[in-house]
């Protein structure tokens, strides 16, 4: 089958590879019809991890399954499935517990799995023709036949339950004010979970004209970081108290606030500068343990600069990791149904897959509008 491949730091190509196969009597085979790229995929583009060459990416998955084991009791050849990007056992100590991002079965040693992700465990990623779904009767989201919303679903594989997640880790409740640090797929996910969820005020910070058009085309107030610093922004519009509630929508790679240098703890400082004492904080931005690219050698450990004084002297609550999506995407995908939310608002490109190399590279480079590409592999 065609697939996308990992060649090395800012080289994918799209080859043939083997065809997954069921390999226990729990997996299904999934023919992908959308798999989106997503930020997280452009920290191994980039060679910022570990990851060696020959990786296929894609963990933004929706498809129709097309071959079933023997031990699969919920699915069947035909079904439209969404799956979540975490991969996950269903019965392991977290994942009973809802944290299915940290699954303790299916990557002995860390917690949490992932399609196509360096460290997340051996699983095959779905910018591809087919998908092999471990623990499926688990991992699949079914979804309405046909072809309608496909790009309203595919985004429950992540950025939609991940944006909302950070709702859930910053306990956005209705009425609050709530700011945004990133207007990425990732970050207006995050603000349009915070008005699901009934924020009467929204601010998205970032740089880029297109990112903050969109949250100001879904009713947010866009904050651009260059203009003036966006703490400030926030306070002058929350009668000097600031923002109730934050969310981490960029993660390390962060861009100082002044000039063009990357500073990985520049959002979560300005977090602690914008939110109001006692508020909390959600960071589904991601941060690593180990970074061959940090911008210097503590940051290479994993190791930033955080303003913990002023995080205990304000006494903000911080809440982190990768999302369990599954502990939301029934609910979401529901909205959806039911008209109530439409989040591929966010999709800015849809492609058919030999052409994910260009998109990959545009992408990385914020050009040209690209926000989400969603790759139609069997289109
Ligand atoms: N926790 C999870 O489960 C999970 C899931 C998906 C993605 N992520 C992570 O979420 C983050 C965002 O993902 P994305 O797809 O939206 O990425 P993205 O790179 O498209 O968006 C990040 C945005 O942040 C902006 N930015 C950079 N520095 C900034 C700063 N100092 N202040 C404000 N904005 C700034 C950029 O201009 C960009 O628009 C990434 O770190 C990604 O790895 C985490
Ligand atoms: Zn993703
Ligand atoms: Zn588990």
Redesign the pocket.
Do not use: N, W
């Given at each position: 089958m065609r697939a996308l491949v990992y060649r090395g730091p800012f080289d994918v190509s799209v080859d043939n590879v083997e065809d997954p196969r069921i390999e226990h009597p729990n997996d299904v085979i999934v023919k992908i019809t959308s798999s989106a790229i997503?930020?997280?995929d452009?920290?191994m583009y980039e060679g910022r991890t570990a990851a060696e060459p020959g990786i296929v990416f894609g963990h933004e998955n929706l498809g129709t399954v097309t071959e079933t084991g023997s031990g699969v009791t919920s699915l069947r050849a035909g079904d439209r499935v969404v799956m979540p990007?975490n991969v996950a056992c269903g019965f392991c100590k977290n994942c009973l517990a809802g944290n299915t991002?940290f699954c303790l079965t299916v990557n002995p040693g860390f917690a949490g799995g992932a399609y196509g992700y360096v460290a997340m465990g051996p699983y095959k990623g779905g910018q591809a023709e087919y998908l092999r779904v471990p623990y499926a009767d688990f991992n699949c989201l079914k979804l309405p036949p046909g072809r309608e919303h496909e790009e309203d679903f595919v985004l429950l594989a992540?950025?939609f339950p991940?944006g909302y997640?950070g709702c859930e880790l910053a306990e956005v409740s209705p009425g609050e004010s709530v700011a945004v640090?990133?207007?990425?797929?990732?970050?207006?996910m995050a603000a349009y979970s915070a008005q699901i969820r009934g924020a009467s005020k929204v601010f998205v910070?970032?740089?880029?004209p297109e990112?903050l058009q969109k949250a100001r085309d879904i009713g947010a107030i866009p904050i651009d970081?260059t203009q003036a610093d966006?703490a400030e922004q926030v306070r002058d519009q929350t009668g000097g108290e600031g923002a109730d509630k934050g969310v981490d929508?960029?993660?390390?790679?962060?861009?100082?606030?002044t000039g063009q240098a990357e500073?990985p703890a520049?959002?979560l400082n300005?977090l602690v500068e914008t939110v109001r004492a006692t508020g909390k904080v959600g960071v589904?931005?991601?941060y690593v343990p180990n970074d061959p690219g940090g911008v210097n050698e503590a940051a290479k450990h994993g190791l930033l600069l955080l303003a913990i004084g002023k995080l205990f002297e304000k006494g903000l609550g911080f809440g982190t990791?990768?999302?369990n999506?599954k502990h939301y995407n029934r609910q979401l995908r529901d909205l959806i149904v039911e008209g109530r939310a439409k989040p591929s608002f966010v999709v800015s490109h849809r492609l058919p897959l030999d052409q994910a190399p260009q998109a990959y590279d545009k992408?990385d480079k914020?050009i040209e509008g690209y926000?989400?590409v969603v790759l139609q592999p069997a289109a």
């Open positions: 997503c930020g997280s452009l920290h990007f991002g992540d950025i991940t997640h640090f990133g207007a990425g797929p990732v970050g207006l910070v970032d740089r880029v990112r970081f966006p929508a960029v993660g390390y790679q962060a861009q100082a606030h500073e520049t959002v300005a589904p931005g991601l990791g990768q999302a999506v992408f914020r926000t989400k």
